[in-house]
Nanobody, 125 residues
């Protein structure tokens, strides 16, 4: 099994950029789809982006399309989330997860088996 660990969060002004990184060690990284999820203060965790095992297919939630890009480097056991044109509503704890490329029951999070502890992104207006 893999253990994801996120990094790269911080404070950024609206319109700025951040790149989140996640290293997932302890297993065969390329066996897992990887996803980014986020939880804003007082809200439920939501799906942000997912990438298939070899990076050929990616999906994004509508609110981040055109601004966020998910990518992975299987040689380094890494997955990234490049976030551009950040908005205050992007403020959240961002979680990296590993699992199946299958939105089980209509939810990407249901297909994820291993979760990181999160990294906080704060976007100031």
């Amino acid at each position: 099994q893999v253990q994801p660990v996120e990094s790269g969060g911080g404070l950024v002004q609206a319109g700025g950029s951040l790149r989140l990184s996640c290293v997932a060690s302890g297993g065969t990284f390329s066996s897992y789809a990887m996803g980014w999820f986020r939880q804003a203060p007082g809200k439920e965790r939501e799906f942000a982006a997912v990438i298939s095992r070899y990076g050929g297919t990616k999906y994004y939630t509508d609110s981040v399309k055109g601004r966020f890009t998910i990518s992975r480097d299987n040689a380094k056991n890494m997955v990234y989330l490049q976030m551009n044109s950040l908005k205050p509503e992007d403020t959240a704890v961002y979680y990296c997860a590993a699992g199946r490329f299958n939105p089980m029951g209509g939810s990407w999070s249901n297909g994820m088996d291993y979760w990181g502890k999160g990294t906080l992104v704060t976007v100031s207006s």
